[in-house]
């Protein structure tokens, strides 16, 4: 049973535009949240995180919203880059434990 | 900045040999982790490690097995390699006061 799910399996989107990336968790024990970007034939990167006291965390042009009672969070990308295009991966756990990983979401960024 | 390294980029075996994959961190980290990335299901947790010599079954041990008898170094062995084992093998650290993992450039294993 998948515990992270990202229902999206790819996403285009235009240069300049918004990327919204979705990912639902069913683990209401999970306290811990992030986003990894992966490139072809490189390791994964890390993005971005929030912790559940959190509802918002930003930096720079990203942005994750969780919304604890839908058990879901969100990746903003603004505005999006042809350099973003990548494979986004979203991974949740509890502190302290193994992060459970999504399976990921390839999104195009068209110029 | 963490450095994640991992022995060999590439890697093609024949089913039946076995295969160590080895895994380097530069940043003193307690915890260390292998997984496999295959298409459509993301990554995968095959072992983990959260010290020397300590190992837990992740959500896919069968047909693999780890040594770490040093901190800085995390090594994956296939027993006897399969097809079905042909994939991507990404290795990660994180430190021991905090979640995020930080990874190797991976490496893709083809078992023939």
């Known amino acids: 049973d998948q515990q992270v799910k990202q229902n999206s399996p790819s996403l285009s989107v235009q240069e300049g535009r918004i990327s919204i990336l979705n990912c639902d968790y069913t683990?209401?024990?999970?306290?811990?949240f992030l986003w990894y970007k992966k490139y072809p034939a490189e390791g994964p990167t890390f993005l971005i995180s929030?912790?559940?006291?959190?509802d918002k965390n930003e930096d720079g042009r990203f942005t994750v919203f969780l919304n604890k009672s839908a058990k879901h969070l969100s990746l903003h990308i603004v505005p999006s880059q042809p350099g973003d295009s990548a494979v986004y991966f979203c991974a949740a756990g509890e502190y302290g434990n193994k992060l459970v990983f999504g399976a990921g979401t390839i999104l195009r960024v068209k110029s | 900045d963490v450095k994640v390294t991992q022995s060999s980029r590439y890697l093609v075996k024949r089913t039946g040999e076995k295969v160590f994959l080895e895994c380097v961190q530069d940043m003193d980290h307690e915890n260390m982790f292998w997984y496999r990335q295959d298409p459509g299901l993301g990554l995968r947790l095959i072992y983990f490690s959260y010290d020397v010599k300590m190992k837990e079954k992740g959500d896919i041990p069968e047909g693999y097995s780890v040594s770490r008898e040093k901190k800085e170094r995390f090594s994956l062995i296939l027993e006897s390699a399969s097809t079905n084992q042909t994939s991507m093998y990404l290795c990660?650290?994180?430190?021991?006061?905090?979640?995020?993992?930080?990874f190797g450039p991976g490496t893709r294993l083809t078992v023939l």
């Open positions: 929030i912790s559940s006291i959190k």
């Open positions: 990660a650290s994180s430190p021991g006061d905090t979640d995020t993992q930080y």
């Open positions: 683990n209401s024990m999970f306290d811990y």
